[in-house]
Each structure stands twice: as C-alpha cells, then as structure tokens.
C-alpha cells in the first residue's frame, strides 16, 4: 500500500484564500516531496523538504515537516484559479530517489 | 531544455492484444522512471533505471509487463497481455541520478484505455 496519505481528500475555496494540504507517512524519510498535477497532465514538482529541516519557502509555498510526527503540511497562500489541480505528497524512504505517492488532495479555486 | 517526452499519448487496445510506450528522458540524466498512475489514486513507481540497469522493478508485474533502456537513454515499456486493469496512466520521469534525494521530471503520460 501507498505510505503517503494526503487530508483532505477534496478542497474548495473562493480565490484569495489560503489552501492547506496534510500528508502523513509511517515509516522514517529521507526526504518529502510534493508535486502539483493538473487535469489529464504529467506532474510538476513543487518544493523538496529533507528530514533535518522544519520548514520550507517558495513563492506563495510554505511546507512544513514534523518527523516526531510523521506528517507534512502544504501551505498555498494567496490562492488563484490557476492554482485548481491535484497534489500529491510523495516519500522518498531509502536515499534512493525511489518515490512513494500519496492518494493525493483534489484543490479547487473558484474564482 | 526539452522536457521529458512521451507516446503515444493515447491508447485503446482490447483485452489480451499488447501495447508499447516510449519515453525519451531529459538530456543527461541517468535515471528514469515509470509509474502507473489509476484514476483516482496517486502514481505507483512501476521500474526504475540508473543508465541502463535496473535499480527497482518490485511492482511491475513481470508476467506480463516488461521494460529497457538499452543505451541508457530512451526506454520502452511493454504490456503483454493486457488486462482490463491495466487501463490508467503511464508516467515516464527522470532525474539527474545524485544520491540523497532530488527532484523527479514529469513527462505528460499516456493514457491507455483495455476495452
């Protein structure tokens, strides 16, 4: 089975407002990473978060990593129509570059 | 720089016939990836290459799927015979290939439909 699960599974919010995404996994990390993929596209990556740090910028990004808790969190702030896709946290567990995804969080953002 | 390229990007094929994908990766990187991704559920790493060897293939289902990357760059993967489940997304991905953790680059995936 998949190690990432994303919360929730389905988001709607009027543009402007900030979108929150949580993703946990069970086993310990090398890193987490999350990807953006839009209707019927290929995945775009995000941001890259290594297990000795905390927190994580870019543009209106902010990821956050708890490992005492195993869980992540994907702040997009500021939110546009453009931002509407799916999101997926994805572990990397074995310093192999070998991924596992979660289910992913469906985004919309109505303008 | 070009992306990571991928075809065909559609597919319908009955039940039992074959079907191949191809996937050229970004210029460079020694590392690629194919995932499957069904409706609904996040990609699932299928294969993993560095250059022209296999460094994971514990969820291709190798009774029927088969993958290369003979010269280490463009790789095919194959389906044969087909089952109704096979139907989702094939996502091709690269990397440089560095250690520690690094970004993995989307092609757009092909969309295979087993009828």
């Known amino acids: 089975s998949q190690q990432g699960e994303e919360d929730p599974q389905a988001l709607s919010i009027q543009e402007g407002e900030n979108a929150t995404m949580n993703c946990s996994y069970k086993?310990?990390?090398?890193?987490l990473q999350w990807y953006r993929q839009n209707s019927g596209r290929g995945l775009v990556h995000l941001i890259l978060i290594r297990s000795n740090e905390r927190e994580k910028h870019s543009g209106r990004l902010r990821v956050t990593l708890d490992t005492s808790k195993k869980s992540s969190s994907l702040l997009i702030t500021a939110s546009r129509a453009a931002d509407t896709a799916s999101y997926f946290c994805a572990t990397d567990h074995f310093y192999g570059n070998k991924l596992v995804f979660g289910a992913g969080t469906i985004l919309r953002v109505k303008s | 720089e070009a992306g990571v390229a991928q075809s065909p990007r559609y597919k319908i094929i009955e039940k039992r016939q074959s079907v191949a994908f191809w996937c050229n990766p970004i210029s460079g990187h020694a590392t690629l990836y194919w995932y499957q991704q069904i409706l609904g559920q996040g990609p699932k790493l299928l294969i993993q290459?560095?250059?022209?060897?296999?460094?994971?293939d514990s969820q291709l289902p190798k009774d029927r799927f088969s993958a290369e990357r003979l010269k280490g760059v463009d790789s095919t993967l194959k389906i044969q015979p087909a089952k109704l489940e096979d139907s989702a997304v094939y996502l091709c991905?690269?990397?440089?290939?560095?250690?520690?953790?690094?970004?993995?680059?989307f092609g757009p995936g092909t969309r295979l439909l087993v009828l």
């Open positions: 086993t310990s990390i090398n890193n």
């Open positions: 991905a690269s990397s440089p290939g560095q250690p520690g953790g690094e970004t993995q680059y």
């Open positions: 290459f560095q250059n022209n060897g296999v460094v994971d």
